[in-house]
């Protein structure tokens, strides 16, 4: 049997205002981990600002007993009173927290959300735009405080609240029926994780014996992202590992099939909001500095 690991984690930056705590993390992951995850009364918004280590997976083990485990997204969210059953691979890794009470949110939705199996699995892997523009603005925020910070928080935390209930709001409303299959979605992630290029829809309608129409409604249904949006994510994931491996801007730009070092720093820094070489730059520490140095 594989030893799990407890992953050490340092709080490089914090600001904090009222409801609203936002924290830069790193964790310094020995070997592979099988964690639990609890936050109380509060939201739990967590965005890798480093990729994840290598087959992530998260589950709700009190709903959903010890073996339903599904992947864990750059952007994840855990609500109040829920435990989140966690289990990946070993290295270090930097992370955005935040938390946002509870209370705050139901009085900006004027509701409570509901958090039934389509929401909390929909919750593992979040691709809404918005929300990572948010957390990216968030990040900035609390790496380099400007005037008036602490107001400015508040502001963005009230957004990020309103941007949750409306990818609350959109899962409710799928419709219960019309998603793709596993074994298609899983053909989609192992295509994007084998080649590095940007597919075609047309070459994954194929793929997936579908129409591009039915390809496209169906992996809105069932992951709550376009297809678009997902292959971009997908795609960055992988360029920011290989960015921490060391590779060049032009390597890494020729081998995922864009025509130039400027065009793939474009779609970096559109997608993780940075550019490549700061990118490598801002997150090199974390695999030099030890954690809690």
Not at 187 to 214: F, G, N, T, Y
Not at 247 to 258: D, L, N, P, R, W
């Amino acid at each position: 049997m594989i030893e799990a690991h407890r992953p050490r984690m340092c709080i490089d930056a914090q600001l904090e205002t009222r409801g609203v705590t936002a924290q830069i993390v790193r964790f310094d992951i020995p070997g592979p981990t099988d964690t639990v995850h609890a936050v109380g009364r509060d939201y739990h918004v967590n965005m890798c600002l480093t990729p994840r280590p290598l087959e992530s997976r998260g589950g709700y083990r009190r709903r959903w007993g010890p073996h339903r485990l599904e992947r864990l997204g750059d952007i994840f969210v855990l609500p109040p009173g829920e435990e989140l059953h966690i289990k990946g691979g070993s290295g270090r890794q930097a992370s955005l927290i935040c938390t946002i009470d509870a209370d705050l949110v139901h009085d900006l939705l004027g509701h409570g959300l509901e958090w039934d199996d389509p929401h909390l699995a929909a919750a593992l892997d979040i691709g809404s735009a918005h929300m990572r523009a948010l957390l990216f603005r968030i990040t900035a925020e609390v790496r380099h405080p400007g005037l008036a910070a602490q107001r400015m928080l508040g502001f963005l935390g009230g957004e990020l609240a309103i941007e949750l209930g409306r990818h609350c709001l959109e899962v409710a409303e799928r419709p219960m029926t019309g998603g793709l299959s596993g074994w298609r979605l899983r053909l989609i992630d192992e295509r994007l994780a084998d080649d590095l290029s940007a597919p075609s829809l047309e070459e994954l309608a194929k793929l997936c014996a579908l129409s591009v129409r039915q390809l496209t409604r169906g992996f809105r249904v069932s992951r709550a992202c376009s297809i678009g949006d997902y292959i971009e994510q997908r795609r960055m994931e992988a360029a920011k590992r290989l960015l921490m491996e060391g590779e060049s801007v032009k390597t890494i730009a020729f081998t995922m099939g864009f025509s130039s070092p400027s065009s793939f720093t474009f779609a970096f820094r559109r997608t993780v909001g940075t550019s490549p070489s700061t990118f490598r730059q801002r997150q090199g520490r974390v695999l030099t500095e030890p954690v809690g140095s």
